[in-house]
């Protein structure tokens, strides 16, 4: 049985140090606009997300495949550290 495509076939991953929480969108700029908030908020120290990734619902595997790799708080830190140092 085929499995249909989801009303909201792109999510953004959000990798916390206790779980990871998954959030549907109805389309890509819908969800790196979320992408974009949730950077404010852990800008803000409101989100204790580490890292965030968005997926695309891929309709011939029937499955979440990964899109980008949108930020990561390691890195995101070494570049702010980069930038200091100059």
Known sequence: ?????????????????????YTKHRSKPAAYRAAEDEKERVAAEMSCVVRIAVEQWD???????????????????????RSTEK
């Open 1 to 21: 049985m085929a499995v249909k495509k989801p009303s909201q076939p792109w999510r953004l991953v959000l990798t916390t140090p206790g779980a990871v929480v």
């Open 59 to 81: 309709v011939g595997a029937q499955r979440w495949v990964r899109y980008e790799n949108v930020w990561d708080k390691t890195s995101a830190r070494l570049a702010a550290d």
